[in-house]
């Protein structure tokens, strides 16, 4: 389930998020996990700087833009009417990590400003925490909108998407990580079922087109639903989310949900199983029921191992492609050869189905489960 095309996604918090002990760790796993964290805040410039650099938004090296106050900010990215200005706010917005003495418009123009951004080639995310009745155009109009359970007003929380019940910006580390594990287990999800299905399908095109019947009757098809379906969703939804994820970057969310990694892990899989599967069902099994692996009087077809073919009379062949010689009959002289000796006796190339021939395609559905189950392992 690999990406291509990452690009850090902003969230922007207000300063009472900083003031947990937890938070300095938390906007750190952010900030590995491709997450650019800005604070938006009422306070003074110097106070906000003070607390954005102890929680690590700020660094000793940044630009200087990257703390301003929120006239400033208005007066840059706007024209005389108040409209946002696109690209005088692409050239801010990049490396702007504090905005101080702010106005709940200025949070409104900045999340407007960084969606409708093309600066870095792709579209952004942004995610917005709030817990003021003011909060709520920019909780609204954010990609992901985050309110506070305890401090949120109504108008917060009914504005929001998800809302923080314990007002910890460690949550939001933790919803990350939970969304990025459900994501991941819902593309292995659709890789194994895919799979599974393509090499039935296959099956089923390659019966019809050779055998004139598919290798997989129906019952057997409704068990590997059942069996495949069950045992998916039992492993994949019991995978609990970890760290490693915070390591990976995220990705556009235009993203197409089937990745180029995933459909050539699904095409080499498939691959690989109807490679075995064609090798047992057209090479194994022989034509005739004879003692152990040798026919009783002309061998017609002897493939690897002694069981009982289940392909149909009419596919295998003594010499001649879909001809298999008629039951002796004293009264016909084709059944005889020269000598007067029958060609086969009447047990000899008997159709599908009877006998052991069932044994041939049960191996067949037997081994195409066990790979499905390997495959999901």
């Known amino acids: 389930t690999n990406r291509t095309h990452r690009v850090p996604h902003p969230v922007l918090i207000g300063h009472a998020a900083c003031l947990v002990q937890e938070v300095p760790q938390a906007i750190l796993d952010c900030q590995r996990a491709g997450i650019v964290v800005r604070m938006v805040t009422g306070d003074n410039v110097q106070t906000a700087r003070a607390i954005a650099r102890k929680?690590?938004?700020?660094?000793?090296?940044?630009?200087?833009?990257?703390?301003?106050?929120?006239?400033?900010?208005?007066?840059?990215?706007?024209?005389?009417?108040?409209?946002?200005?696109?690209d005088a706010i692409d050239r801010v917005w990049p490396q702007l990590r504090v905005l101080a003495r702010s106005t709940p418009l200025d949070k409104h123009l900045l999340v407007s400003g960084i969606q409708a951004s093309t600066v870095t080639g792709v579209a952004q995310t942004v995610a917005v925490t709030?817990?003021?009745?003011?909060?709520?155009?920019?909780?609204?109009?954010?990609?992901?909108?985050?309110?506070?359970?305890?401090q949120g007003t109504d108008v917060a929380k009914n504005a929001s998407d998800v809302i923080i019940m314990d007002d910890n910006f460690v949550s939001i580390v933790a919803a990350v990580k939970w969304g990025r594990c459900v994501y991941d287990n819902i593309c292995k999800f659709l890789q194994f079922q895919l799979t599974v299905n393509i090499t039935a399908c296959a099956l089923a095109v390659i019966g019809a087109a050779i055998l004139t019947e598919s290798p997989l009757n129906a019952i057997q098809m409704l068990w590997v639903n059942l069996i495949m379906?069950?045992?998916?969703?039992?492993?994949?939804?019991t995978e609990d989310p970890t760290d490693e994820l915070l390591s990976r970057k995220p990705y556009p969310r235009d993203q197409a949900v089937l990745s180029q990694v995933m459909v050539r892990n699904m095409l080499l899989h498939s691959g690989w199983q109807l490679i075995v599967l064609s090798f047992l069902i057209f090479g194994v099994g022989d034509v005739c029921q004879g003692s152990g692996n040798v026919c009783e009087g002309t061998l017609f077809v002897d493939y690897y191992g002694a069981l009982r073919s289940g392909r149909p009379g009419a596919y295998d062949f003594s010499g001649?492609?879909?001809?298999?010689?008629p039951a002796f009959n004293a009264s016909d002289p084709s059944t005889m050869d020269a000598a007067g000796k029958p060609l086969r006796p009447a047990h000899f190339c008997r159709e599908a189905g009877e006998g052991g021939a069932n044994q041939h395609y049960t191996m067949v559905f037997n081994v195409f489960v066990l790979m499905q189950a390997r495959h999901l392992s």
């Open 55 to 86: 929680c690590g938004i700020v660094q000793p090296g940044d630009p200087p833009g990257a703390v301003m106050d929120g006239k400033t900010f208005r007066d840059t990215v706007t024209d005389a009417n108040g409209d946002l200005i696109q």
């Open 130 to 150: 709030g817990d003021g009745t003011n909060d709520a155009p920019a909780l609204k109009k954010a990609d992901v909108g985050f309110s506070m359970g305890i």
């Open 320 to 325: 001649v492609a879909g001809v298999c010689p």
């Open 229 to 237: 379906d069950s045992f998916a969703s039992l492993a994949l939804a």
